[in-house]
């Protein structure tokens, strides 16, 4: 399934909605769309993974990545999923103690403090 990436906003947090696999031949895409937020000036991120259906290393190095790219610009990113694969996959990499995954975009925005 090719990955596709849409943007939009909520509560001063830039939303990434991400569809399709995230792996070795999609995640430089999903790498491009994240620099160009940053890039763009926003620094506070939702990677919104609901409607991903697989993710491999290649993928969770993209996510690292930008978790330290907007922490060392004083920003976040967010992690949005209720698939249990990932969940399951976050959990077994010990990924999930840095990047907890929320279940909305909304519970998301609400895990802390943000932009303002």
């Known amino acids: ?17 991400v569809h399709g696999d995230v792996d070795v031949a999609s995640a430089p895409r999903l790498r491009e769309h994240l620099l160009q937020a940053v890039t763009d000036g926003h620094h506070y991120l939702i990677l ?19 978790l ?3 922490r060392s ?14 969940a399951r996959v976050f959990e077994i990499t010990g990924l999930g103690k840095a990047l907890p995954i929320e279940s909305t975009v909304a519970a998301a925005v609400a895990a802390g403090p943000g932009p303002g």
């Open 1 to 17: 399934m090719d990955l596709q990436v849409v943007l939009g906003e909520q509560a001063g947090w830039t939303v990434l909605r």
């Open 48 to 66: 919104d993974l609901d409607q991903v259906h697989f993710i491999d290393s290649t993928g969770l190095g993209v996510v690292i990545g930008a």
């Open 68 to 70: 330290k790219r907007t």
């Open 73 to 86: 610009l004083g920003g976040d990113l967010r992690l949005v999923s209720t698939r249990e694969m990932l």
